[in-house]
């Protein structure tokens, strides 16, 4: 309980600091960021739209710790501010409306990820220097030297250009209207197979080195020569005793992974032209839509926090040495 | 310090060890003022310096180094004259004349490829030395003062490791002035705290070592401590962290430059990309616009990454004593 306790109000410190940064920076930024936005939007904003700007950004003649205080505030109780390039919808419904896409990318391509990943992992511990166990791990990593946007965009142009077996751009086919169909499920499937795909192939390397090096290690111990000497049959010790007790680090390595399904998708939202919130906030940065980045940033940082709590709590399941700690 | 005079046998000889090992070190290099560099002339180094000049892996890695710093030293030679200036020789298909072909806006794909490397090596390299020094400096403090110090510090690392590093390089990046410091800047804030944690944790199990309980009985400074005592002997995994940290630096700079976060005025290997997105380079079929900058990239990341499993080869032994022990502390 005492850790989780602690882990919460590391969590907080973080949430806290995010939120600070995020109150910060235009407000000491060089290049007045307020400044560059109204010059390059005279003329098309609305009395209302500036006011509320003026009061977001600080330009605003009361005290800083008063502005601090009201920001807090707005934040706690969810109100982001209006967006600007979609003006008068709030920040926060903005997000709502891509958030999901972002969360079923994320979430397919890790959870694909880290289950091929572990796999290989504990295949090429048990079976060492066995092909799985030399070939693979230099290959992917080789193929990890590779910018990920790039080996996107190259997967883009074979299979989407040249080959046309996946479509270009966007989460559905346009004029299709979301909804519990089976031609839209399907149409959304074909549409997230190759960004999840890209996702999969850089980071499944990771994955399964990671398990392969504690799977090593555990094989090492005691307990899985005395398995073998009770004649056990192999894939009872490789799952059973090996694996089982190997799983730990990957279970951190899925919970920071969780965290940054949200964020960390945004190359492959923007290669893909996906609808989710890492696209989003490329398109808030160019179009300066402060309100609407900031809220986005927070997003993307709580969600990551919430990741890891829930990780945390997990763990403290798992493991018993973190509970009499 | 009661650890200290438990093990009274073994103490004179660690007491006359450090001093003495100390002086050598500077006097083999007394220009030698960044505490990166007080780590590498010590007795480990003869073997480090030797076992990675055997070594296939550290050799192949040293090579592709070299020559992608020689092309970048050599750009202006090479290819005189700006690279991006536009011409009407354009989407021009690879050809004896330009070995690569032309851009959609008739640049020389080769020249802005070989120009690039300035910018992309820069950046990278300084990137991965200024955020693995910071890393040293908070790891080494974290580790030396321990207590309070560290419970901060510790505290700053896991917020900067948590918060989400691609969108905040993003915000950063959109909120700073565009040029090439304002990417170095925002690569450091983003990139230090990994290494600092790795670092943090090898420096604790050295600390805990009787040597360093030594000198501090000794009187010794603190930042003759940090540097002199305790850096020199974790020499491997520094060189560890830096690689990365270049590797780090290069590919985040390519793709915040990507992105169109960058200086899109200078030419790199992430611009060049960019501008053979912005241009269509691939709906239009001009593969080699592309390709030449992202292969670039990937071969300076896999000859770092060579580089640092040939350390990692070479110092093995040793490594994998001490390994558990940072992975325990970094999982808790």
């Not at chain 1, 949200?262 to 940065?285: D, H, I, K, R, S």
């Not at chain 1, 890891?308 to 040495?321: A, S, T």
Request: proline content about 6%.
């Amino acid at each position: 309980m005492r850790f989780i306790l602690r882990r919460l109000g590391f969590y907080l410190i973080a949430f806290w600091v995010s939120i600070t940064l995020n109150f910060l920076l235009p407000r000491f930024m060089p290049g007045d960021p307020v400044s560059r936005m109204f010059a390059r939007s005279a003329g098309q904003m609305q009395p209302e739209q500036i006011e509320a700007l003026r009061k977001l950004l600080g330009v605003d003649e009361r005290p800083i710790w008063e502005q601090y205080a009201d920001y807090l505030y707005n934040i706690v109780t969810g109100n982001m501010g209006v967006s600007i390039t979609r003006f008068p919808t709030p920040v926060t419904e903005v997000i709502a409306s891509q958030i999901g896409w972002t969360l079923l990318l994320g979430t397919t391509a890790l959870v694909i990820a880290a289950v091929v990943g572990n796999l290989l992992g504990i295949l090429a511990a048990w079976r060492r220097g066995s092909a799985i166990d030399s070939a693979l791990p230099p290959l992917l990593i080789f193929i990890g030297s590779f910018p990920y946007f790039w080996l996107a965009m190259g997967a883009l142009y074979l299979f989407g250009v040249i080959l046309g077996w996946a479509p270009l751009r966007h989460a559905f086919t346009d004029g299709l209207e979301p909804a519990f169909t089976w031609e839209f499920i399907a149409d959304a499937g074909a549409h997230l197979v190759l960004p999840a795909l890209t996702i999969v192939l850089v980071s499944v390397g990771g994955w399964m080195l990671g398990m392969r090096n504690t799977m090593i290690a555990t094989n090492a111990e005691d307990y899985i020569t005395m398995a073998e000497a009770k004649g056990l049959r192999p894939g009872r010790i490789m799952f059973r005793y090996a694996a089982r007790n190997a799983m730990l680090p990957s279970v951190t390595s899925f919970g920071m992974g969780l965290g940054f399904v949200v964020g960390g998708a945004l190359l492959t939202e923007v290669v893909f032209a996906y609808p989710g919130v890492g696209y989003q906030l490329l398109n808030a940065v160019q179009g300066l839509d402060y309100p609407l980045m900031q809220g986005l940033f927070l997003t993307i940082t709580a969600a990551v926090l919430l990741a890891n709590f829930l990780v945390d709590i997990l763990y403290v399941r798992l493991d018993p040495r973190v509970r009499s700690n | 310090m009661t650890t200290f005079i438990e093990p009274s046998p073994s103490a004179p000889e660690v007491i006359v060890a450090s001093p003495t090992a100390a002086p050598a070190s500077a006097d083999q290099s007394p220009a030698a003022p960044s505490p990166a560099a007080a780590g590498k002339p010590r007795k480990p180094k003869q073997g480090l310096v030797h076992g990675l000049l055997t070594n296939t892996k550290a050799m192949v890695g040293a090579s592709i180094l070299l020559v992608f710093i020689a092309l970048a030293l050599l750009a202006p030679v090479l290819f005189p004259g700006d690279p991006s200036r536009i011409t009407d020789m354009a989407g021009l298909e690879p050809s004896p004349e330009h070995w690569l072909g032309t851009t959609a806006k008739g640049q020389d794909v080769m020249a802005l490829t070989i120009h690039g490397s300035r910018s992309s090596l820069l950046v990278g390299l300084t990137v991965g030395f200024a955020s693995t020094f910071v890393g040293i400096l908070v790891g080494l403090a974290s580790a030396y003062f321990g207590k309070f110090v560290d419970e901060a510090l510790s505290l700053v690392t896991n917020v900067f490791l948590l918060l989400p590093g691609l969108p905040l390089l993003v915000i950063l990046a959109a909120f700073l002035p565009p040029g090439l410091g304002t990417v170095i800047l925002v690569l450091i804030v983003t990139g230090w705290a990994g290494s600092a944690r790795v670092l943090r944790s090898q420096a604790l199990s050295i600390r805990s070592k009787d040597f360093v309980a030594a000198a501090v009985v000794s009187g010794e400074r603190a930042g003759r401590i940090m540097f002199r005592e305790i850096l020199p002997n974790m020499a491997s995994i520094v060189m560890g962290t830096l690689l990365a940290c270049v590797i780090y630096g290069i590919g985040a700079q390519a793709g915040l430059e990507f992105l169109g976060l960058g200086d899109v005025s200078t030419v790199s290997w992430g611009n060049n990309l960019f501008w053979a997105g912005n241009e269509g380079a691939l709906l239009t079929g001009s593969w080699w616009v592309f390709v030449p900058s992202g292969l670039c990239i990937a071969l300076v990341a896999f000859a770092l990454a060579l580089i640092n499993y040939a350390v990692d080869e070479v110092t093995n032994p040793r490594l994998r004593k001490i390994k558990p022990v940072s992975e325990g502390k970094a999982a808790k």
